[in-house]
């Protein structure tokens, strides 16, 4: 097994070998650009629709309480939010086991294998009759689902070189989005099904958990963890696109994570400054994937009519996370970018905190959703792009995911029973968030520029250390400039 890491910081196997002698000419490269949108539209599309399945069964919960869930199952006071918060503990401490399980078995198989079960959970979540019941299903859904991300970050690591990997991965996020967008509307249409067999709201568990168990089926079948072993692919292609991963794994020198520069990384505020923009981002987007739909039902429409007006914030979120994208470009640098999504969230948290009006409530959703999904990309954007070696990025990647999920933890708990229907507490939590974001980007901006100033005017001297000790100072290498 190689100890090799892929362009995202992940550990894989080593790939098969397969002669490059018979790659095919390409000079005007238009048949690997073909051979990478064929990625797109296989494998890439296929883990975008895993995660618009992951995104929808995280969402129906509250979907599920629109349509009666609390009150069949006898749920009282705080009781639905602890439910709600119960996945991120078991997501948490099951993150590296599910990792190594990843590097043992292969991202193709355990993709394949968590998407089944965590449909299955989803499904037993159908005949749960307590708060008991919910408790464990969420628990177990939350272990279940501590490997998705990283095992699709990983294919998309192992398919695509460097330069293309930033904005698959934007592709793949904008998938919680696209569900929040389809999800309320499928549990309003799911509403409609009048058979005694099920509750309303344990069919909406039932049919979106056997759709995505059956999707990791499918998976298995139509994903690969190299090019060259799928066979969706022709072998002149698979060679073109193996050729260019092999180039860009010269071009990347990558090398194995240097423990004792861990503690180094451990104590440095630049990481968890700009961690915490993804924990703050998290406050609005749980907001949306959770409580959306629960918060436009205490404004008094009915449970269908609030299932399916939670497509309107989730478009939003939507579009704010493609356009995230290019805001870099627009604002020459990742803090003003942070600032415009972190403005949104402000303006929409005011809003809904000032107004009783339900229209302005809904537009400020919107609002809301837009800049907390185009901060889920900033975020995480910024931060990995001020790693400057494996050892950085392996563990700045796995703070941003305890942020994030803690992120999830604490938004679980804002949106109270007892608080509706104005919901100032948890309105007021998404305002904190947004100025906390504001904050703590400032923070991440002003340690960026006094570094990038103080490696210009006090540069260290590095000629007494060997080449491989040089490499391994990583961000502190004098050549080294953070990205603003």
Known sequence: MSDDKTPDGFYADEAPKQAVSEVPEDPSGK????????????????????????????????????????????????????????????YLVFMLPSNLALRKFGARIWLSLITVVWGVINMCMAFAKNRTDFI??????????????????????LWYPRQMVTSRVALFYSAFAAGAVIGGPIA????????????????????????????????????????????LFRRDEKLLLKQRMDEDQAEGGHRAVNKRRLLVHAMDPLVYAQALILFCANFGVNTILTFSAII?????????????????????????????????????????????????????????????????????????????????????????SNVGGPTRSAF???????????????????????????????????LFAALLSIVVATLAYGIIRYRNKRKETHPIDISHLSADDQIDLENDHPDFRYVE
């Open 31 to 90: 048949k690997l650009r073909w051979a990478f949108r064929k990625v797109d539209a296989t494998l890439l599309f296929v883990l975008f629709l895993s995660n618009v399945l992951n995104s929808m069964d995280r969402a129906n919960l509250g979907l599920s309480k629109v349509a009666g869930l609390e009150e069949d199952t006898g749920m009282k006071g705080s009781d639905f939010n602890v439910v709600a918060s119960i996945m991120y503990p078991s």
């Open 136 to 157: 464990i299903c969420r628990l177990f859904l939350g272990a279940a689902e501590a490997g998705a991300t990283p095992g699709a970050l990983m294919l998309i690591a």
């Open 188 to 231: 309003s249409g799911i509403m409609k099904i009048d058979n005694p067999r099920f509750l309303h709201w344990e069919w909406i568990f039932f049919i979106e958990g056997l759709a995505t168990a059956g999707f990791g089926l499918l998976m298995f079948l139509l994903l690969s963890d190299y090019p060259e072993s799928s066979w």
């Open 296 to 384: 436009v039902n205490k404004l008094g429409y009915s449970p269908s009519a609030s299932q399916a007006m939670q497509a309107a914030p989730g478009i939003c979120g939507f579009v704010g996370i493609l356009v995230s994208r290019y805001y870099p470009k627009v604002f020459k640098n990742h803090y003003f970018s942070s600032l415009f999504c972190s403005s949104w969230l402000v303006i929409g948290s005011i809003i809904l905190l000032a107004t009783t009006n339900n229209g302005a409530r809904i537009f400020a959703l919107c609002l809301l959703s837009f800049g907390a999904f185009g901060n889920v990309a900033i975020g995480p954007g910024w931060l990995m």
């Open 396 to 430: 700045g990647g796995a703070i941003n995911v305890i942020c994030g999920g803690l992120g999830g933890l604490c938004t679980s708990y804002i949106y109270r029973n007892k608080d509706a229907p104005r919901y100032m507490f948890g309105h007021g939590m998404n």
